[in-house]
């Protein structure tokens, strides 16, 4: 079945860049998303990137999807403390565009 | 506009009660879904609906019941709370793929979550 894999956490220093990997399984998806989950609150949809492209930048973010190897990654430049959350990867099931599968999460943590 | 609210913010349930998971969105958006997240893992999809009157089960919908009777609301029901149900249920919106451009076709919007406890 359709499966999202990330790491579990990153640590980074202030200004440095931050990238965050994630694997997919289904390569029928049309679209893998980058969402962000500040404490206690809900998640806010960072970027995503339509299947049928390799790159997209979004003033601090670039999105790289590698779909041979089913690879998507969000590179955060100059990385702020606000930065600091956990980020979701997610693909759309094979089934549904409304249907996202999610993975477990990659916590961010930002030190000066 | 309000976008997606969910109410309450936290509950705590016996094992056994039963209690609806209200949510409601003021975008007019069609599709609307149920998610839970569990500790380590990510966001599992309970039910969704892609329109008033119509439901369907997503990846974990045993437990949980859904109806959609309008556009904006779409309330999940638990029968009998078990501790395997504790967690924390986010409800999510989007708008039906063309109708919002091609650059937002599929996001969704989420609401701030329930914290749900079952002792």
């Known amino acids: ?112 | 506009n309000a976008g997606v609210t969910q109410t309450p913010k936290f509950q705590v349930l016996k094992t056994g009660q039963s209690m609806t998971l209200q949510c409601a969105q003021d975008m007019n958006h069609e599709y609307m879904s149920w998610y839970r997240q569990d500790p380590g893992m990510g966001l599992r999809l309970i039910h969704y609906s892609v329109g008033a009157g119509i439901t369907d089960q997503g990846e974990v919908p045993n437990g949980y019941n859904v109806s959609r009777s309008t556009t904006e609301d779409f309330p999940l029901r638990l029968l009998s709370a078990a501790p395997s149900q504790t967690s924390v249920y986010f409800c999510a919106s989007s708008s039906a793929p063309g109708t919002s451009g091609i650059t937002r076709k599929y996001e969704q919007y989420f609401g701030p979550g329930t914290r749900l406890t079952v002792t």
């Open chain 1, 1 to 112: 079945g359709e499966d999202v894999e990330q790491s579990l956490f990153l640590s980074v220093r202030e200004g440095d860049s931050s990238v965050i990997n994630c694997t997919y399984t289904d390569s029928s998806s049309t679209y893998l998303y980058w969402y962000k989950q500040e404490p206690g609150a809900g998640l806010q949809l960072l970027t995503y990137i339509f299947s049928n492209m390799d790159m997209k930048q979004d003033q601090r973010l670039t999105v790289l999807l590698n779909k041979k190897d089913k690879h998507l990654s969000l590179r955060i430049a100059d990385t702020q403390t606000g930065d600091s959350a956990i980020y979701f990867c997610a693909e759309s099931m094979k089934s549904g565009y409304n249907k996202l599968i999610f993975g477990a999460g990659t916590r961010l943590a930002v030190h000066p």
